[in-house]
């Protein structure tokens, strides 16, 4: 009876056993797929959430409950039910419910999704997560009628410990997803992206052993060594010894966990080691070995730093030829679904058709199939969190779910060899709220990585043809980045934009993070002074931006806006856009407009000069 209280009571401490994963290189553990078909169902007034006068919802509209609904009614002709999830239309998961129905292109609010799946329960020692790799933008997850727990932003991972939920045979789950954002949320809901809502990357079930990796970052250090920390999670987490092996590099770490579970160790880099770049992006398999568990990873080591106005990639200068791309597969009606075919293609566009090296994953964390594919066909990243526009920078809360979606970005991310600056915010209004929230995030950043660089899209001062950048925060960030559209929002003459002079407030380097001009593929206009919208003006927008850019002595980098034509609820213009922002390269389809080949020379010509 002690023994059972005393092992109870041990449970109820046990270090951080239960606290929310990390789950480092999630995507690369054996996992059970949940992906494939759910069941689907509406839900505007929020009916399974709360009863007409609030409080618990009855058992006729409780989406979640462990009862095949039909069954129940059949068997007892008194029972009520107000929706029957098993006999509720079927989709295939991942993908936004924007691709459910026509009328479900703007909703946004709830939708309950729920699906059964064999499996059987955890064997003793082990422990299963059930993890969603994003859901956008609030998910209440249930499993066999409880409730496993609830996460909020759409575009970063999170996992739950569901060992005590899962049972042999079929299991049950369901989950509530809501779209809705209020001025409160990150982003706000007012952007200039299409929202898509629903479970929009992969679902997955990962049994690890009861102790196990949580998080493991390794990476070559500007110091020359190969750095690793570690941090275990479970009861043994503590005074646990473990390996870090690069087995192609005949590298070995090794040490004892100290009484956090956490490791932290380092080696010289071997010289045999091949450095990641653009050029050659080289990935090694890495193995984390701790007691039973071993985590897989593939990783590029390589430094990236600032001096002066130069970024340096492995100590060289390197030139950012990059551009702007959304979380949007090619197609008409693109749902958010990116496989790794859909990433390669939009990515390949880059690598090889732009001659690029460089891309800006704007504004949210993309998923980490694109992270992955960039580390792969050898794109350095810029990765972002979706603090853009109008946030409220007064409210604790806003800034706790910006933090906790920075911190999930790059705990997620962190192994990744192409990523390359950290991003805290677009296009945000200087002010001394906003200043304190971006420096928390700025501090957050460097905390959670300080091998990367840190940046923000910021907006510049003109004075005739004089621009600057005038921002407090500069003196915060490690590379400064100006979205700028002079002679697409303002009515210069394109003639006019190589005069356009910068200035810079510091000795650091700049990016163009944004300049564009849409054009609809297809729209001709040969006059010498050619319309906008038509391909023509994108194309000299282009020359007399990229013109106005190599006059700039400490620009280091572009990513144009954009790659493809993307939705936007903002853009609808019945001729032009449709409903679609047409500052794409290339068309929804991938049709390549003039501008592309206009930005594929310079960078031809720039990679002759800088590579
Ligand atoms: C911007 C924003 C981007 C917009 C773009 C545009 O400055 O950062 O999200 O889509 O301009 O097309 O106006």
Known sequence: MIARFLAALALLFAPAAFAQPVLTGADMRPSQSLDGAWH????????????????????????????????????????????????????????????????MRYYQGLVWYQRTFEATRPAPGTRTFLRFAAADYTADVYLNGKSVGTHSGGFTPFAFDVTALLRDGSNQITVGVDSARTDDDVPPPVTDWETYGGITRSVTLITVPETFVDDAWVRLGRDGRIHADVRLDGRQAPNRALTVRIPALGLALSGITGADGRWTGSAPAPSALKRWSPEAPTLYDVRVEAGTDVLHDRIGFRTIEARGTKILLNGKPIFLRGISMHE???????????????????????????????????????????????????????????????????????????????RENILRDRNRASIALWSVANETPVGDARNAFLRTLIADVRALDDSRLVTAALLSKREGKVMSIDDPLVADLDVMAINTYNGWYSQDPLADIPGFEWRSPADKPLIFSEFGADAQAGYHDAAADPHKFSEEFQAEYYRRTLAMAAKVPFLAGLSPWLLKDFRSPRRQHPVFQQGWNRKGLISETGTRKQAFYVLADEYRRRAGSTR
């Open 328 to 406: 949007e597969e090619l197609g008409r009606d693109p749902v958010r679904a990116i496989t790794p075919a859909a990433a390669r293609a939009l990515l390949t566009e880059i690598r090889q058709g732009l001659n690029g090296n460089f891309v800006r994953l704007a504004h949210y964390p993309h998923s980490e199939v694109m992270t992955r594919m960039a580390d792969e066909l050898g794109l350095l990243v810029w990765s972002e969190v979706p603090v853009y526009w109008r946030v409220n920078w007064d409210n604790p809360q806003t800034l706790a779910a910006a933090r906790a979606q920075l």
């Open 40 to 103: 689907w169902s509406v839900d505007p007034y929020r009916d399974g959430k709360a009863g007409f006068h609030g409080g618990m919802p009855g058992e006729s509209s409780r989406r979640w409950s462990d009862v095949v609904q039909a069954d129940a009614m059949e068997k007892n002709p008194r029972a009520l039910y107000e929706f029957d999830m098993q006999r509720s239309a079927i989709v295939h998961l991942p993908g936004s419910w924007i691709g459910h129905a026509a009328e």
